[in-house]
């Protein structure tokens, strides 16, 4: 059964970084996604990548300063954060997708759901 665990959010200013990291266990490999959640905001995906780390895709809002990687050796999944903004203040959820590409992902079902971690941004 497949399992997902985030870390690494925590408070920085605009302009500052994180690095979040989301540690999967499971049989086999499968995309991974990285979702926000604000309040009073709509649930957006941020990031994906295939399973093999082939592929990845970012929205116009963090495209440029966002990166997703992968070790598939460490079973984690990373999320690099540059330049961060007052709206990309949200709790990040990473989840493993029910297919091994990115395809359709913004409203992609899920095998796996974390926990969350809170980032915030502010001055």
């Known amino acids: 059964q497949w399992q997902v665990a985030e870390s690494g959010g925590g408070s920085v200013q605009p302009g500052g970084s994180l690095t979040l990291s989301c540690v999967h266990s499971?049989?086999?490999?499968?995309?991974i996604g990285w979702y926000r959640q604000a309040p009073g905001k709509e649930r957006e995906g941020v990031s994906c990548?295939?399973?093999?780390?082939?592929?990845?895709n970012y929205p116009d809002s963090v495209k440029g300063r966002f990166t997703i990687s992968r070790d598939n050796d460490k079973k984690t999944v990373y999320l690099q954060m540059n330049s961060l903004k007052p709206e990309d203040t949200a709790v990040y959820h990473c989840?493993?997708?029910?297919?091994?590409?990115?395809?359709?992902?913004?409203?992609?079902?899920?095998?796996?759901w974390g926990q969350g971690t809170q980032v915030t941004v502010s001055s």
């Open positions: 990548i295939s399973a093999s780390g082939d592929s990845t």
């Open positions: 989840a493993a997708l029910k297919r091994v590409g990115c395809s359709a992902w913004t409203d992609a079902e899920f095998r796996a």
């Open positions: 499971g049989l086999g490999f499968y995309s």
